[in-house]
């Protein structure tokens, strides 16, 4: 379906959702603005020193359905990645991307499933938490289920493999982020400027000229109450 036919709501929903996730660090949109809105291809960065996929540049793409936010999105890794959780076709084995309501065959529970109260951002999330985290109780791929409970080092060392290989796919002049925060912003340093040409004498602090005057006449009264002294006692 084109941009110009899909529904009102979708459209909205989508360009909102996109324009905020263009902000993140830890996710990349290769192409420019035109991107598909029912179809997004970006990359996915695992950041997290603790994590066996760290560093890694994950491609991925995410199909959504006119009806969306009704009905989940679609999403899969455009590279094999060993993994419990992740069929050999790049798809995923995670509850927030099953349609909504409760699965009594699988024992999900509707809250633990897609609904409209999600969103991309929701998901990209859970899946970085999965990629750490694994469901081994209901793999995808059992062999990487087995070897990741078994064999954790070559579970790893397979982890570390694959994070290389997905490096590659890092654009020219593209710089990986090493922390979730963003840069802080840059000084200014024409507030810097400011103080060091502003001298002391350009802020005067104390009394106003009206407070001096009031002082000169409260003298001036002081001094007339001494001459009427003087002349009372002289009078006596």
């Known amino acids: 379906m084109s941009r110009t ?128 985290n694994p469901e081994i109780n209901s793999p995808a791929d059992v062999d990487a289920s087995v070897l990741y409970r078994d064999h954790r080092d070559d579970y790893n060392s397979q982890a570390r493999a694959t994070v290389e290989r997905s490096r590659e796919s890092i654009p020219t002049g593209f710089v990986m982020p090493k922390t979730f925060d963003p840069a802080p912003p840059p000084k200014n340093d024409e507030d810097a400027d400011f103080w060091a040409e502003s001298g002391d004498d350009d802020f005067d602090f104390g009394g106003s000229d009206s407070d001096e005057d009031d002082a000169d006449m409260d003298d001036d009264d002081e001094g007339d109450d001494e001459d009427g002294s003087d002349d009372e006692q002289e009078e006596k």
Request: net charge negative.
């Open 5 to 132: 036919t899909m529904p009102t709501g979708a459209k909205t929903r989508l360009m909102s959702e996109l324009k905020t996730l263009r902000k993140e660090n830890w996710i990349n949109f290769e192409d420019d603005d035109s991107t598909n809105l029912l179809k997004w291809r970006f990359a996915l960065m695992v950041i997290n020193s603790d994590s066996a996929f760290n560093g890694g540049y994950f491609r991925a793409e995410m199909v959504f359905s006119d009806d969306y936010p009704y009905s989940p999105p679609k999403f899969r890794f455009l590279i094999p990645i060993t993994h419990p959780n992740i069929y050999a076709d790049g798809r995923l084995c995670i509850s927030i991307l099953h349609t909504p309501g409760e699965d009594r065959m699988s024992g999900e529970e509707a809250s633990e499933r897609w609904s409209p109260l999600q969103g991309a951002e929701s998901v990209l999330r859970s899946i970085l938490l999965l990629l750490d």
